[in-house]
DNA sequence: GATGAATGAGCTTTCATTCAT
DNA sequence: AATGAATGAAAGCTCATTCAT
């Protein structure tokens, strides 16, 4: 039933958010329940365990954000208007809806005993550094970017996002998120574009 | 005594691995406790609380990061050095002593709530940020560093390393941490760098 | 559901007779529940902390004490003949079912830390303290006892009572506390009395 | 050695006064001992257990009120004033020095657990219940009390003001305690005294 | 599908007491 | 006599998960 397809991505939403905002451990299931107006009983007919949820958490984030990174790679344009493009598209999320860096960040990226079984290598995540691998494939095919190991220039990439995210989320940032924007896509450019 | 103060550090040292290996939630007192062979009720003799345990031993490591860096720093030589230096350095550390490193990603960064009174803006990570800020400063007094934000340069720089000692953790890099320093300190300097 | 109610009380009355057995502190939540057949966790769904349910405790008890003396004013006879009826019926309570004096006197008397928040100047006793002003009251409005401050006349009653039947647990009495009630009675009655 | 018998009275002294506010079960060990200025192993040497100590506490609050009913015995005076005189006597000391009261109607009153081995039938206070066993039959042999079973008369006198104490305590008069003595004193007179 | 009472394992923390120094 | 580090047992409380309804 496209109900029980509703309901599910409700408790995902839902899970994204509080998990995001608290951390995983911090967050119970009767907490999620609670927030959507269901029982933790119930909870368990869609998702078998709470670790179970985390995972399909970042796979439906990943998804996410990987589409964003998609519209880009779509546009007919310069590889530095990319990274401007992916940079600003970023910085907007963490804005709007910060959840999904969040969750990246506090939850992914730190409880690997949560991921360990079903999410190695990346996994869980595939679909949004497909996404990067295609951009920077792209810029290297088009001779705007220096050809390199794609995890290098991928680290790079997502590792100054992301810090750039929790630097803002510390508080020791003078200006709003967006207003690096510019900054950042620039000394992200320098660092990868090629010598010529 | 000085006992008590080796006694001390020795809980700290086995908290920071314990708590980068497994998570801080995944870690019990107990956990620690017999890791060194001591009781759990005797480990409170030394610090009140699981939390400023993990606030104690944050301080503690960046302590000994930020002071790998202040050796950097006090060298005589060229900026782009210092960043191979500090590339290095980094991913020595995240080879030999790989806890600091992951304390900071998996525990400081993550567990927000557990930091949040004592520790905000960064606080309790300052003798490690303030060497940074040092770096680059003089990289710009001396020319050849861009003049910009702090935190776009340390977002950068510290993004980046983080990021790709966590792709290291994930399995996805073909070769050693090592191998990548080069590459990875030339993208930095690229990044950073003045124009003229 | 009216289930749950039942429950709740279930749980009021063990805590009450076990709590006034062994004193709060000497009484576990596990013991509580052990007595009951229920979990330990399981209580927690009915009464958040073991404070709070001392607290529930002695409105709970006051309330059925409260009633008992409620009876009492409610008969058309002398001031004398009431005071006989509520020294027969505390000392056939303290007989009958001694948890609920025992209670008064080792828990709530004792444990201020325990009802400082939420029970401050006799709230959760009120039940029980109104309908002994309302004896009290109608006592001198009827030219039978004569006036003086409540608290004066209600601390001889109560302490009085009590204090007899603690001297009844300690196994100094000769006789059985219902034999006293006669003398008592009377001493109660020569106190209080108008002069005339 | 003097000096010992010095430090055992001092911690006697300074258990009193710490059970007496925060009750036997909050106060530990090692708060006793820093109040004191001395080590909680060093506070075994004088005392065997915390038990023992709470024993030998409510001896020696026990000897020091009996002490002072001892001298209002000594008078040669009617037995009316011998009643306001132990009235004002024991809220005197309820007023200025709390721990003797406190501790009576606190910890010995309701710990029962705590004193069941040693103390039976108030064998610890029975330096104080004989001063007002002495009290009572010399009111009678003058003809001035009537005869009474003892402990009808003890429980009125001292359930009386301990009650009246803890009334105080709540916070529920309207005067200080020293203002309520010769009301008191009279309901007393008035139950007790001969009917002639 | 939905509820929420129930369980049980486990965690942090406390503290009386001991004992080497 | 004095210290205080150390122990170990126990307590209050939480929560993922189950299951009868």
Request: aromatic letters at 14%.
């Amino acid at each position: 039933m496209d109900k029980k397809r509703k309901k599910t991505e409700n408790i995902l939403e839902s899970a994204l958010l509080l998990f995001a905002k608290k951390g995983f451990y911090a967050t119970t299931i009767p907490d999620i329940a609670k927030y959507m107006g269901m029982s933790a009983g119930n909870l368990y007919n869609y998702f078998p365990s709470k670790e179970n949820l985390a995972k399909e958490v970042i796979k439906y984030s990943s998804d996410i954000l990987g589409e964003r990174i998609r519209k880009v790679n779509d546009l007919d344009c310069s590889t530095k208007e990319k990274i401007d493009k992916i940079v600003y598209s970023y910085f907007e999320m963490a804005t709007q809806k910060p959840q999904h860096i969040d969750y990246f960040l506090r939850v992914y990226l730190s409880n690997k005993e949560v991921f360990k079984d079903g999410c190695e290598g990346m996994l869980c995540v595939s679909s949004f550094v497909t996404e990067m691998m295609i951009f920077f494939e792209d810029g290297v095919a088009r001779g705007e970017l220096r050809n390199q190991d794609f995890f290098s220039a991928f680290g790079l990439f997502m590792g100054y996002l992301g810090g750039f995210v929790f630097l803002n989320g510390e508080g020791v940032l003078q200006k709003s998120l967006l207003e690096y924007a510019d900054e950042i896509a620039t000394n992200i450019y320098y660092a990868l574009k090629s010598n010529a």
